[in-house]
């Protein structure tokens, strides 16, 4: 796979600040979907740099729009810096404030309105922004009037290519993002110092995850002393070229699927 920062279709042909303003002013808006990808910059362990989640989201975008060319969707450029506190105290953590993240969010959303534009996806790469960003796609709605999604990459794809224990809780810095890094920019990545470690829940737990529907607070300090949950060791560059594949032609269909959606036509009529 061919990764460069500014290649394929989404940068060559859905890139929209590669427009002018005369050329945005003349866009077909009705139906088009405006995507912000939302990563950050954050420690991922020894091996892998704290671009990672940006650089996914970049890679997964490239790949999901080479799949759809012709759909009506425009990219902006990605916004690398997100709520990222719960990696403090690790070098090279960059972040920004809840409350600075919804106020760039919002900005940005209402220029996107004031563009014309009727449809926006908030496209998240980062697990820490999650809760906000759900929050802020209603904000978001109610303040422009615009259809507004969220959506986070869809892993369950590939749950064939690993183990049940790193579906569970590897969720940063393992074998799934070690491998997308791999594939996407192989010489950023140290396989080296590449560690395993897997937080030590009791046997008995039943309710309490790092993640879903019941989870307990923590920041990584709490649950890694590597800065990594998961098995970055068994991390490989074909894996990373399946795990894209399959995760963008998940995105892809996704995007299709927002482009077709109206709002207006959801609810009953009595």
Do not use: C
């Not at 996806?121 to 922004?129: K, P, Q, R, S, V």
């Not at 799934?176 to 791999?182: A, N, P, Q, W, Y």
């Not at 737990?205 to 989870?215: A, D, E, F, N, R």
């Not at 990373?240 to 009953?268: C, T, Y």
């Amino acid at each position: 796979m061919l990764h460069g920062r500014y290649s394929g279709n989404a940068f060559e042909k859905k890139f929209l600040p590669r427009l002018s303003s005369r050329e945005i002013e003349q866009l077909d808006k009705e139906n088009a979907l405006v995507i912000l990808p939302i990563g950050a910059v954050e420690q991922h362990g020894p091996h892998l740099p704290v671009y990672t989640d940006t650089l996914i989201g970049e890679g997964l975008l490239t790949e999901a729009l080479n799949l759809i060319p012709d759909e009506n969707v425009w990219v902006l450029p990605s916004l690398p810096y997100g709520k990222s506190s719960e990696h403090l105290g690790m070098s090279g953590t960059m972040t920004l404030s809840a409350a600075t993240l919804q106020a760039v969010i919002s900005d940005i959303a209402k220029s996107v309105s004031e563009s014309g534009f009727k449809k926006l996806l908030l496209f998240n790469t980062h697990g820490g922004n999650h809760d906000l960003l759900n929050m802020m796609a209603r904000d978001v709605r109610m303040e422009t009037g615009m259809n507004v999604f969220r959506l986070n990459p869809d892993y369950s794809v590939i749950n064939s290519l690993i183990s049940e224990k790193e579906q569970k809780y590897g969720i940063h810095a393992g074998e799934v993002e070690t491998s997308m890094v791999l594939a996407l920019k192989e010489a950023w990545v140290n396989m080296e110092l590449s560690p395993t470690e897997f937080v030590q829940l009791p046997e008995d737990t039943q309710h309490l995850y790092l993640k879903g529907t019941s989870y307990f607070a923590w920041v990584m300090n709490d649950i890694s002393s590597t800065g990594v949950a998961g098995n970055a060791a068994m991390a490989t560059l074909e894996k990373g070229e399946q795990i894209i594949s399959l995760v963008s032609e998940s995105f892809a269909s996704a995007i299709k699927e927002m482009i077709r959606f109206n709002l207006d036509s959801v609810k009953s009529s009595m």
